[in-house]
């Protein structure tokens, strides 16, 4: 890990509440100073309930779907070895809303909620919506 990720990873996961604003240039991780946090704790509480982690938990907000779409791989990494007990959805415009017409791919990706029907229904952990459409 790069000295700016550590240093927010030691202040966001310790015990006392702070913020943190990380500067920093383009490709050098300052997603992981946030995300790695909340996943930690994702992780703690799955390790203690033992079960699929269901209720949004983080908002991950960003304003284009651009930014949204480059997310995907990184989340799916960060998530995909828990199968289904910690998930994510990308919400947008693209979203789809009926759950039988993403059944097949669904059930190869059970760590990402693929239709507005399923969030509803089973609302993962990780929120990521373009922040122009919250509906």
């Known amino acids: ?38 996943l930690e704790d994702l992780y703690r509480e799955h390790q203690v309930k033992k079960e699929k982690l ?13 930014l949204i779409n480059s997310q995907r791989e990184r989340l799916h990494a960060w998530t995909q070895d828990f199968g289904g007990d910690i998930r994510f959805c990308l919400y ?8 039988n017409r993403v059944r097949a791919k669904q059930n190869l990706v059970p760590n990402e909620i693929l239709s507005r029907e399923l969030m509803r229904k089973e609302p993962a952990p990780i929120f990521v919506p373009n922040g122009t459409i919250l509906d």
């Open 1 to 38: 890990p790069y000295t700016h990720q550590l240093k927010s990873w030691n202040i966001l996961l310790s015990k006392e509440v702070k913020s943190v604003v990380v500067t920093s240039g383009t490709g050098s991780g300052k997603t992981e100073c946030f995300m790695v946090p909340v």
């Open 54 to 66: 269901s209720g949004v938990r983080a908002i991950f907000l960003y304003p284009l779907n651009a």
């Open 92 to 99: 947008n415009g693209n979203t789809e809303e009926k759950e």
